[in-house]
């Protein structure tokens, strides 16, 4: 198995994308932020009165989204058609949990798209509650279905 | 408790630091990203003969901290003094464990650097290697350490 | 009435135009910064001999179109084909008018990118000026023309 | 009266403020955005019941805020020490009117951040909403105060 | 001979390419830094044993080029489907040689993204190199061969 | 001799200059594009006439200097307290000569700015003329002077 992001030198380059057909791509990346019982609390009475970290999470996702090819080196500067974002708050393990899906047609897949999404929205969500939480996790971050491409339709097993 | 970054309509606001003082700071943050134990090995391989995943992604996570305040909506756009990653390769659990450093002399703290960094990095990786291995997990992003300003030193017990 | 940009939820999406044609689509938005008669003369005097404001603000402008979906939360990423400001001075009213037309192919309407390019000129006016007029308006900055796409021909009847 | 933003060939350079005192500076700018009665009505029950039009122009304004720089070519990259955005609803005129407050401690003022930040929130605004109103008017945008720096405490008139 | 650039008051627009066909193109820039033959020599051991100046300034030419139209003020935002960097050491004249490719399918041509990336890459490697090296010169940066488009094929003949 | 900018695993990382003082720091960096001589006159022409290609290059080098520290990976994002750029035109050797002076109030020497504006000034003129002249060249990017820190007055003798 060789990667394939490698010139003959041995460098970096960003791959050659230009014969690929363009295709409607889907991509669903999902990850959660972990916290204190009191922290959940706070996220959820701001969602219901007023102070609505999600929101502001939401907002920075998808910008994030539309920055990926900015912040992720070898990545293509694709047009994105659409993104959106989910959460849902997992209550019994304090969790918050972040879908994102983000969708293209073109000749590359929009995967990091999605994962970016996820994770700028956690950092977010972070931003926003350390200052009353400063032991928070950001874990599982992962592709969960892609669609689109010649490599067919994944749809992550577990 | 409350957050702090929610105006009196309820809405998100950049916290006022102007009375702050300038005082040096320093965070460090890590998470991990698995993979297959192929991917691994493609990586080590890369590392040392050429292709070296992980010197892509060592840049992308230091350019990404210098972004931060672009990403991260009510974050402050502050003066980065400094700022390095380490990467670990835990064989037995088929994991690299990426480590970021974020300095400042300023009015307030860089841990959204460096959680941002170790993001940046981990996405990186997960790019350089998604045409070999779509099963990656992104992982236990989290503070370790914090120093400077009022809040005292905090390490993370865990 | 309901707004698109809302998902189930109720926070903002980025609305999918992934079954759009891609069409060619122009559109032309309008506004004026107004400021003392002294500063509209130092304007003309610096056009017409040198220091051109209006040179700055018209880069300043087209740059800032380019950026719109940077800047515009829920602005899908597109490709501008094209880009033009014009400026008018109105003597009467002490009034600098800019015009921008923005041109695109593709499957979402350009008239942020308009009206971003109108608004970033009127502020790059505002701040080359604001050494000697502090009371600069900026007004007006309405949608004037958009063509393409299955909306049709809008053309702003006052 | 000369405009200092332009060197001896008479193109714009962007002025040294090397010598000036690091001082505490404010200021606040105002605009409004006017729109159909119904566009009013829909932003309002955003606001109170789901899909929130002001939240997503809150977050846009304050990140357009920290990109003031990037957009007006002679502006400084300032740390911005906080920022904070208050929207009213005026529904006789059936505008929304936007204030934008920006704070630093430098060597200049940080009034084309307040601008950028109530420029940048009606754009957002105008962008959530064009898809049921193309006619609305961004208008009356201007500097209210200002204070820190030699010139003094500026409060406007009208 | 007159430049498209200007509009017909002489001020500078982002031409309209809406009416151009989407055709692939390649575009080869190339260029050096000179530098003291200590400094040569430092870069070599460092790509051989640790500390990849060049592979730093790879990652750095291709994000560059992707930024290409975010820094060129007329230039177009184009899909980039490829980019690569190639680095030659000429000991004899103590010299890197870097030559970047750029491909796109699109409506105008990618030259400038590989001169972008070539004076990107030269200017990362000053940066590394300059605690031990004052005196480094960027020189010779030009176009090489551009495919595609109606202008048809060149090559540089010298 | 050693880079310092890689950390113990031979990874790049940015130098910390926590401890360094804030002094007042100035460079001046020079450079050219040479080109046909109809280019040149060209140029002139819209100088003297309309159309100033050398107008929109400086707007261009001021705003590339203030994006240094996104595009070089290494470098740290200070504040810029001043930029300048000065052409001139050498009809002899049908060149365009670009000197660019930076400034700033910092813990870290603005080179790296100077440089970017000479750069980016010099790709834009490129940018803008292309259609007439292929074969431009961009040559003899160097550092003329530097003052303010620890290595003490550089000025460049050649």
Chains 1, 2, 3, 4, 5, 6 share one sequence.
Request: proline share 1%.
């Amino acid at each position: 198995m060789s990667l394939t992001h490698f010139n003959e030198e041995g460098r970096a380059r960003m791959v050659d994308v230009g014969e690929k057909d363009d295709t409607k791509r889907v991509a669903v990346a999902r990850g959660y932020i972990e916290m204190k019982k009191e922290t959940i609390e706070a996220i959820k009475q701001g969602a219901i009165k007023k102070g609505d970290v999600l929101a502001v999470a939401q907002v920075a996702g998808i910008m994030g989204a539309k920055k990926t090819s900015d912040i992720i080196p070898m990545c293509h500067n694709i047009f994105l058609s659409g993104c959106d974002i989910e959460f849902q708050i997992d209550e019994e393990n304090s969790r918050v949990y972040i879908t994102a899906k983000a969708k293209t047609v073109g000749k590359t897949g929009v995967e990091m798209e999605a994962l970016t999404a996820v994770s700028t929205a956690a950092l977010t969500i972070y931003d926003m509650c350390k200052a009353i939480d400063k032991e928070m996790i950001i874990g599982d971050i992962k592709l969960i279905e892609k669609k689109g491409g010649k490599s067919g339709h994944f749809v992550r097993s577990d």
